[in-house]
């Protein structure tokens, strides 16, 4: 059985189907990408999947049970991570206490009002750290970070939560290219170590085929083809919409 | 500061030079306790009045500093922690002891219930829809007169006697604020505390972490506002009643100015704002009629210079001192553009950073 | 209760109304262009009075009060834009409290300088005889004023509205409504529009001040309770929102006219409660838009 079920999902925006009846099946292990030109609802159906917009139309099963519409701390707790196109970091605090709130709130712990926050979760923390290549700047205010770093505190931040599906929308956008392919390491060394489930969009045609096992293409919200790198590099109607112009 | 952040980065461990809190609670605490030995009734009286503010500043950080909420009726819970103690002695005859440990469940009752309405808008509206409710307390407390006794408040209410000399007053009020301070201290150094800092920091991303951020929000609501009625209660031990004005929202005013004159970004800045606060007006009001006039250009200032309060100005001052003495004796001319950064933006632990935020998640 | 009372109690909530209206405008008209609630909006009503106080008593007779009513008002955005430029102008990229808290200091050092220069007496701004004493409304007796008081705000609220629409200046300012950033790239001088439309609600606030001044006493302590007032206002009307702010004016004067006839002790109780029920079911006021 498929972890995540995508069934018909569909939002739409006034006049716009940003996503339109789309199916997705996600199994357990794999590493699947999402593509598809600018405005092809990648980002809507995330946050469809996320929980942060409520669908018009379809369901989204997770692991068995469905999600649809539940709000984002539900969809969190049932193990569904996601980092963020924009960074989005706690920015005052400190990078060690940024994903020390991940395994808090991955232990049900967040509204404890007594015992010290310090060291709690130290150790674990302190791996997801040198994990991601971000040991040396625990003690960091996060807001200080380069973009890089920040980006990968995010997902460190998301690891925390040990989900089993990782969301990861543009992992490497803004990135300079020995960055992009530091990122990308990262992910693909975390996805194997930790046994994830990654679902990520991506404009970086060589993140996306050095990533993937599987791809779907989305074109104006609904999708357009689906398959192995090699089967979507050979299909007809995605070379003509859309890797046409961008991989040359 | 968490000890592996600090044995791996020696910025971190120069950040915990700079935060000798600690001891500067344990001054505080020492100069608390003897200072009534060097001061007469009316001086007695202004440190009894620190305290109190101490308490009501802190319990507005809750929300302020910590969670990133701007509330105006916090006097209003201050009020109803005041009258929760004078109302049940003069209606039901209830020792005013008995009042004071109730009155931080009634006030918390009474900012759940608002809070609730309150939170159904955010940001610049949520502070605005506080003053209203706020007001609206208020108002009943002023205009009920059958249960308040209206703008003639009450007064007098009994004390035990072993709290009628003002000295025992004195050391009672400290022991409740040592009690509050420490209560409230270990609230916000736990998990619990580093969630409302994550809301305040980035509240959409808390969300995604699977935290209610409503939820806290009202939970950081409640608690800061059942602070606020202890601290009411304490004013009635001090000035043994209570009146309306307890309750006006330029009442909800004066934990603000307390606690950005301290630094709303530490946790001991609210009351070391009041110290200075309960200090300065004192010493003010009694040479010179326009106490208002000083307070609104000091305020005016620290918006303007110096957001952190005075806790980060002496952060910084120390700072800039070290790095004197490490510099060639000659010295060069305080360079104003690279100073700044260092205390002031560094992570602080435990205690909030940043700019604060207006109520409300997003 | 008779209908004629209750015609007249109408009336008395309408010129109630249109104080509010004139002193919230401001409020509301700063709020949307600068994005600062301007706490000492409640000072420059405060200070119209007094300063149209002295004014009065300077030019002497029945012109003391029309010069006040010209001077007055300039003379406050004045004070209004060197506030603006002084205290204001760094805060902008800051956090909304920040600026909400500047202005709290604001109203703090203006209430004292007021006690400073006029002291703690309450004051007596008269009418010129032309707008004083009763009129015969078909049968209802109504004071003159209260009429004045309502012929003006409706000048004003026309006069701003063509302000807004039919000048180059209101089309700025309703750009800096809509999108701040726009503004600046279309060439638009950002900071003096600021300045002027903080000058603009400051004269605003001081007009309304001297307007609401012969009806009552011009008392220290007025800014404070006007600023609640104008708030409410605003806030039930929508930050931002002419109209929103005349209906929100027309809400509070007539709740309070009719709370007080029912309820004497509640009316002000009853504007809290209508300003909590209409941001309970509209959290941004009912003419608001969403913060962004």
Excluded at chain 1, 175 to 186: D, F, G, H, I, K
Excluded at chain 2, 98 to 126: H, K, M, N
């Amino acid at each position: 059985m498929a972890l995540l079920e995508v069934r018909g999902l569909a939002k739409g925006f006034g006049g716009l189907r940003a996503v339109d009846k789309v199916d997705l099946d996600v199994e357990p292990g794999e590493r699947r990408a999402i593509i598809g030109p600018n405005g092809a609802g990648k980002t809507t159906l995330f946050n469809l999947i996320t929980g942060y917009l409520p669908p018009d139309a379809g369901s989204v099963t997770f692991d068995g049970a469905d999600v649809t519409g539940h709000p984002t701390y539900a969809i969190a707790k049932a193990g569904i991570g996601r980092a963020f196109q924009i960074t989005s970091i706690f920015p005052g605090l400190t990078v060690f206490r940024n994903v020390q709130l991940g395994r808090l709130a991955q232990q049900g712990e967040t509204a404890r009002p007594f015992g010290s926050v310090e060291d709690r979760y130290a150790s674990s923390v302190m791996e997801i750290l040198g994990d991601c290549g971000l040991g040396a700047l625990a003690g960091e205010r996060a807001g200080n970070l380069s973009h890089g770093d920040q980006r990968a505190l995010e997902l460190a931040i998301s690891l925390a939560m040990e989900p089993k599906l990782l969301l990861l929308d543009e992992p490497t956008a803004g990135m300079a290219p020995e960055e992009t392919a530091r990122t990308m390491r990262l992910v693909r060394r975390i996805a194997d170590e930790r046994k994830l489930t990654v679902l990520f969009c991506e404009h970086d045609m060589d993140v996306v085929f050095g990533t993937a096992d599987r791809i779907l293409v989305m074109n104006l919200g609904r999708p357009l083809a689906e398959g192995t790198p090699e089967e979507i590099r050979a299909h007809p109607d995605v070379q003509k919409v859309y890797l046409g112009e961008e991989v040359v | 500061m968490n000890r592996h952040d600090a044995a791996r980065t020696g910025i971190a461990g120069r950040l915990s030079n700079l935060r000798p809190t600690g001891t500067v609670w344990a001054v505080l605490a020492l100069i608390g306790f003897i200072a009534p030995l060097f001061a007469n009734q009316r001086q007695t009286y202004v440190l009894m009045h620190v305290l109190v503010l101490a308490v009501f500043a802190t319990s507005f950080n809750v929300m302020l500093g910590y969670t990133g909420m701007v509330s105006f009726a916090h006097g209003a819970y201050y009020g109803v922690g005041a009258y929760a103690v004078t109302l049940l002695w003069i209606h039901l005859g209830w020792p005013s002891l008995v009042g004071f440990l109730l009155a931080p469940v009634i006030a918390g009752a009474a900012a759940y219930l608002t809070g609730l309405v309150a939170l159904r808008a955010v940001q610049l509206y949520f502070a605005l829809l506080t003053l209203a409710l706020g007001q609206l307390l208020f108002v009943v407390a002023f205009q009920w007169r059958a249960l308040t006794r209206g703008d003639d408040g009450i007064h007098g209410v009994a004390l035990p006697q072993l709290l009628m000399p003002t000295t025992n007053r004195y050391y009672f009020l400290l022991f409740a604020t040592a009690v509050a301070l420490a209560i409230l201290g270990a609230v916000m150094r736990s998990p619990f505390g580093a969630t409302l800092q994550a809301i305040r920091e980035n509240g959409e991303r808390a969300g995604f972490l699977g935290i209610k951020v409503k939820r806290y929000q009202l939970a950081s609501f409640t608690l800061g506002g059942a602070f606020a009625g202890y601290a009411g209660a304490m004013f009635v031990i001090m000035d043994r009643g209570a009146f309306p004005l307890l309750m006006h929202w330029t009442t909800s005013a004066e934990p603000i100015f307390v606690t950005l004159i301290g630094g709303l970004n530490a946790y001991i800045g609210p009351t070391v704002g009041a110290l200075i606060f309960g200090l300065l007006q004192d010493w003010i009001t009694r040479r010179f009629v326009f106490w208002g006039l000083i307070l609104g250009i000091v305020l005016l200032v620290i918006i303007l210079r110096m957001p952190g309060g005075t806790v980060e100005g002496v952060q910084r001052l120390v700072a800039w001192i070290g790095r004197r003495r490490d510099r060639a004796p000659r010295g060069e001319p305080f360079d104003e553009s690279s100073q700044p950064a260092d205390a002031a933006e560094r992570p602080r632990e435990g205690a909030p950073a940043g700019e604060p935020t207006a109520g409300g998640e997003r | 209760m008779t209908l004629d009372m209750l015609v007249l109690q109408l009336l008395t909530g309408l010129s109630r109304a249109a104080v509010l209206f004139i002193v919230a405008a401001g409020l509301s008209l700063v709020f949307g262009a600068l994005r600062i609630v301007n706490v000492a909006h409640g000072s420059f009503y405060m200070l119209g009075a007094f300063l149209a106080v002295t004014v009065a008593a300077f030019v002497g007779g029945p012109i003391g009060f029309v010069a006040a009513i010209i001077a007055v008002p300039l003379l406050v955005a004045l004070i209004g834009a060197i506030v603006e430029r002084v205290a204001l102008r760094s805060l902008y990229d800051k956090e909304h409290l920040l600026q909400l808290l500047a202005t709290f200091a604001l109203l703090l050092v203006f209430h004292d300088l007021v006690r400073g220069i006029w002291g703690e007496r309450p004051h007596r701004l008269t009418a010129p005889d032309l707008l004083r004493g009763p009129v015969d409304l078909f049968g209802i007796i109504f004071p003159r004023y209260n009429l004045f008081l309502i012929g003006a705000a409706i000048v004003l609220a026309v006069g701003l509205w063509a302000l807004m629409t039919r000048t180059g200046f209101g089309r700025d300012i309703r750009a800096a409504v809509s999108d701040p950033e726009m503004l600046g790239m279309v060439g638009v001088n950002v900071p003096r529009l600021f300045t002027l439309v903080f000058a603009l609600g400051a004269g605003l606030g001081a007009l309304g001040g001297i307007l609401a001044s012969p009806r009552s006493t011009v008392l220290l302590g007025m800014d404070v309770e006007m600023i609640i007032q104008a708030f409410a206002v605003v806030i039930i009307g929508g930050l931002g929102s002419l109209v929103g702010t005349a209906v929100g004016a027309l809400l509070v004067g007539i709740t309070f006219a009719f709370g007080v006839l029912f309820v004497p002790q509640a009316a002000m109780a009853m504007v809290f409660l209508v300003m909590v029920a209409v941001l309970v079911f509209r959290p941004y006021g009912l003419f608001g838009i969403p913060e962004r």
